[in-house]
T-cell receptor, first 115, second 114 residues
Framework: DTGVSQNPRHKITKRGQNVTFRCDPI?????LYWYRQTLGQGPEFLTY????????KSRLLSDRFSAERPKGSFSTLEIQRTEQGDSAMYLC?????????????FGPGTRLTVT | DAKTTQPTSMDCAEGRAANLPCNHS???????VYWYRQIHSQGPQYIIH???NNETNEMASLIITEDRKSSTLILPHATLRDTAVYYC???????????????FGKGITLSVRP
């Protein structure tokens, strides 16, 4: 069990640039979630996938954000035209099933700093 | 999902039991109580969950009051590595209000002192 992995672990970018993060879930987990966490706050839900289908998006996910999970395995989260307010930890989680019986396993996160 | 209320912080001595309280007075009948923790610079980690019966696993015990309006997470022998932010989350498992996402609050910061 290699756990959920995320790359890169840290990203520093200038305002206005585009960034893309990758999440590799635990194999055979069909649910994949993205959360965002700012300093001193708990993680906030952004979106989730069941296999390749994106089933829910938070209103936090503005038009500049897009997430994909093309083959139902890894997922990418892209932020276009980054703003300083996008600076946060972006967390990915996966679970075996859709019901809440299945706990979510989190990756280590990608820390984004927008200068 | 119902909201939860936790103290901001607490501490305990290494080797002693850490009892972390959580209030969830608006919890519904189909909502479970979940606990996650987040050690500094890591992703959250699942600890335990329960509906109305007390639960125990290798990490912790979960005590839920009979009216289900509050619960306590117990770490029986806290170690320095248990220093973390602990999140109490209420979540519907199935039926009306069932939700896959986790709604985190600010959690309680537990500091275990030597």
């Amino acid at each position: 069990d290699t756990g959920v992995s995320q790359n890169p672990r840290h990203k520093i970018t200038k305002r206005g640039q585009n960034v893309t993060f990758r999440c590799d879930p635990i194999s055979e987990h069909n649910r994949l979630y993205w959360y965002r966490q700012t300093l001193g706050q708990g993680p906030e839900f952004l979106t989730y996938f069941q296999n390749e289908a994106q089933l829910e998006k938070s209103r936090l996910l503005s038009d500049r954000f897009s997430a994909e999970r093309p083959k139902g395995s890894f997922s990418t989260l892209e932020i276009q035209r980054t703003e300083q307010g996008d600076s946060a930890m972006y967390l990915c989680a996966s679970s075996l099933g859709g019901g809440s019986t299945y706990e979510q396993y989190f990756g280590p996160g990608t820390r984004l700093t927008v200068t | 999902d119902a909201k939860t209320t936790q103290p901001t912080s607490m501490d305990c001595a290494e080797g002693r039991a850490a009892n972390l309280p959580c209030n969830h007075s608006t919890i519904s009948g189909n909502e479970y109580v979940y606990w996650y923790r987040q050690i500094h610079s890591q992703g959250p980690q699942y600890i335990i969950h329960g509906l109305k019966n007390n639960e125990t696993n290798e990490m912790a015990s979960l005590i839920i009051t009979e009216d289900r309006k509050s619960s306590t997470l117990i770490l029986p022998h806290a170690t320095l590595r248990d220093t973390a932010v602990y999140y109490c989350i209420v979540r519907a498992q199935r039926g009306i209000g069932a939700n896959s996402k986790l709604t985190f609050g600010k959690g309680i910061t537990l500091s275990v002192r030597p």
